[in-house]
């Protein structure tokens, strides 16, 4: 199975796309999303130094434009990637490009929602002076009673080996006097503290900009950093995008969603490298791809072609007259009351609980529906992306579901 994976501000690095404005359809794109952002993509991709692309309101459009760009040079026909990729994810902005790489926002949605994200987060940066801190090795529990300590936030639980501190810069010098047992600490290339309550002047001005986006629901197994589960709604995606702002990472839980669909091959879109290190320490045994160059295309696309079966693919890709309700996670399912074949139900009924050792997930109908067909029973073991309803939604006057 074939995992998409798109990496977050401090990935970036300067000439980083350089290469890639060699390809002029690439070229003739990124100038088109240069005038949706109100910014000049190939500059910054090319002739910037580090410390202006460093700064939040340039890198984070700057990193989805790269990404939605890529994924467009490795599938030139969207339906292929969709065929083929069995689940999406993005670390932090990363979430964007993957929510616009699945069909949830338009490319030209994709880029206004990052711009409004950089520029408010760059405004509540510049409130009071804050950034971020990779903590990599010791103990987790001690790492995080250290965090606590000097009144850090863990803004991202990396998995196995790096959680990233996020506060006042009085906060992270405090924890570089006083660092846990057996870590190494690094300095991130981030201008505040994202992820964490510094954030929520950014939050409400994302929340009113969200009310007027339209969405579609993924057509791939999308996983949210909240929690790691697969999100089927895309309006309920885009609510996650607004909250992930001021909320922590939770990409540790990503990677065990990954191993619990097992994923084979992992690859991720340029600037390649962050995501794929850390998988090579918590997925084992899983073949990983960093693209970062078009001449590494040929190698990529084979490397699709080899992980990405389709039979391994979500099944979220194709469903012309029906729908499917699958499970957010790997647990139990136990069916709710009253939602029985033939039930004729409105947006918002409980179907549900996917429960495991580590929590309680309730499943519920995106939209209204009848349901024909249950695809698993009370009590079954489901695994996240599992199909476990059928429906015919039911559609207004325009035909749209509702």
């Known amino acids: 199975m074939l995992a998409i994976v798109a990496p977050g501000q401090g990935a970036q690095a300067p000439g980083f796309l350089s290469p890639w404005l060699t390809e002029p359809r690439f070229a003739d794109r990124l100038n088109w999303l240069s ?5 000049d993509l190939a500059h910054y991709g090319t002739e910037a130094d580090a410390e202006t692309i460093r700064d939040t309101a340039i890198a ?3 990193l989805v434009a790269s990404g939605l760009l890529v994924a467009l040079e490795l599938f030139p026909q969207p339906a292929d990637g969709f065929r083929r990729t069995g689940v999406a994810a993005g670390h932090s902005v990363g979430e964007i490009t993957a929510a616009a790489a699945v069909g949830v926002l338009s490319a030209e949605q994709a880029m206004v929602f990052v711009r409004e994200r950089g520029r408010q987060m760059a405004a509540a940066s510049a409130v009071r002076p804050t950034s971020m801190m990779a903590v990599v090795g010791g103990d987790p529990a001690d790492v995080l009673a250290k965090l606590d300590a000097h ?7 990396n998995g196995s080996g790096q959680i990233v501190a996020a506060g006042t810069v009085e906060q992270l010098a405090a924890l570089q ?3 846990p047992a057996r870590a190494r600490l690094i300095q991130l290339s981030v201008a505040g503290a994202f992820h964490t309550v510094h954030m929520e002047p950014a939050v409400a001005h994302l929340e009113r900009l969200s009310r007027a986006i339209t ?14 589960q697969v999100v089927q709604s895309g309006r309920e995606y885009l609510g996650r995008l607004v909250r992930q702002v001021a909320n922590p990472v939770r ?3 990503c990677l065990q969603t990954m191993a619990d669909l097992g994923v084979t091959g992992l690859l991720e879109l340029p600037p390649a490298g962050t995501l794929t290190g850390i998988a090579k320490r918590n997925l084992k045994g899983v073949e990983l791809f960093s693209l970062n160059t078009p001449d590494q295309l040929p190698d990529a696309q084979e490397f699709v072609a080899r992980h990405g079966d389709s039979a391994n693919a979500s099944p979220l890709s194709s469903t012309p007259s029906w729908m499917l309700v699958v499970s957010p ?5 136990h069916v709710a009351d009253g939602v029985a074949a033939g039930t004729s139900v409105p947006a918002g009924t409980p179907l549900g609980m996917v429960a495991n050792l580590r929590d309680s997930v309730a499943v519920s109908m995106a939209h209204a529906g009848t349901i024909t067909e249950w695809l698993v029973e009370d009590g079954d073991p489901v ?6 309803v059928r429906l015919y939604p039911s559609h207004d006057s325009a035909g749209v579901a509702q």
């Open 383 to 388: 695994s996240p992306g599992q199909p476990l």
């Open 60 to 62: 984070q459009p700057l």
């Open 177 to 179: 006097a006083d660092p």
């Open 329 to 333: 996670g790997k647990g139990e399912f």
């Open 215 to 228: 969405t579609h629901d993924p057509r791939t197994r999308l996983l949210s950093n909240a929690d790691g």
């Open 35 to 39: 005038v949706v952002s109100g910014l």
């Open 151 to 157: 009144g850090l936030t863990a803004a991202n639980n």
């Open 251 to 253: 990409w540790d839980r």
